[in-house]
């Protein structure tokens, strides 16, 4: 997968655009800026939008060809984030840290999904915001984008399951249209999530 996405990324074009996902753009506006943690984050749209609002970023990805693209951007949008290359598979941000994380199109085998998506919610302040998109399983059908693996796509009750220590404020099933970049073009099916902890961990 690292092979993969590095090759996707070497491209000279943003293969998603270089302007944030829409979705994450209308919520992080509703947030006070803090520190986020923007896990997956390719070649750097939303991390560098965050950071033009005033957000402190940490972005991660296991692609040194995304690294390299999101800094670039971040010089001509002049801003600043600190991108750095983990696996997520391994990766443990520190507890209680981050006023908000946006995940966005992580897709991974079900197996690896409990653990990662538990190390970013514990990653989250009292109060901290998680926002999410990502495909739903409906994806299959359509030709704008995502795995073709169905066991890679989520369902609502898998969001509901992995997010339930969570306060609820969004959780939708939507077809949208999709407009970034040549990876994401045309009619989809998403499922968008925000959620706020609550709470101190024991």
Same mark, same amino acid.
């Given at each position: ?13 943003? *293969? ?6 829409? #979705? ?11 520190? %986020?943690?923007?896990?997956? !984050? ?10 033009? @609002?005033?957000? &402190?970023?940490?972005?991660? !990805?296991?692609?040194?060809? +995304? &690294? ?13 984030? =600190?991108?750095?290359?983990? $696996? ?13 994380? +946006?995940?966005?199109? @992580?897709?991974? !085998? ?6 990662? /998506? !538990? =190390? ?8 901290? &915001? @998680? ?8 994806? %299959? ?11 890679? @796509? ?9 997010? *339930? $220590? ?10 949208? /249209? ?9 009619? +989809?099916?998403? %499922?968008? #999530?925000?959620?706020?902890?609550? +709470?101190? =961990?024991?």
């Amino acid at each position: 997968m690292k092979e993969k996405w590095n090759e996707r990324f070497s491209a000279e074009e943003y *293969i998603f655009g270089k302007d944030p996902n829409s #979705f994450f753009k209308e919520e992080i506006s509703k947030i006070q800026p803090g520190k %986020i943690l923007l896990p997956a !984050d390719g070649e750097g749209r939303n991390g560098v939008y965050a950071a033009s @609002l005033g957000w &402190k970023v940490d972005a991660v !990805d296991f692609s040194i060809e +995304g &690294k390299t693209k999101a800094e670039k951007l971040a010089k001509e949008k002049a801003v600043i984030i =600190n991108y750095e290359i983990h $696996d997520l598979s391994v990766y443990v941000p520190p507890k209680n840290y981050y006023d908000a994380v +946006g995940i966005f199109y @992580l897709h991974m !085998d079900e197996d690896l999904r409990k653990t990662v /998506f !538990d =190390n970013l919610i514990n990653s989250l302040k009292p109060n901290g &915001k @998680l926002v999410f998109e990502s495909f739903e399983k409906e994806q %299959i059908k359509f030709n704008s984008g995502g795995p073709k693996d169905e066991t890679l @796509l989520f369902s609502l009750e898998e969001i509901i399951t992995a997010f *339930i $220590d969570l306060e609820f404020e969004t959780l939708a099933k939507e077809k949208i /249209f999709l407009n970034e970049g040549k990876g994401h073009e045309g009619e +989809g099916m998403v %499922i968008r #999530f925000v959620g706020s902890k609550k +709470g101190l =961990n024991k």
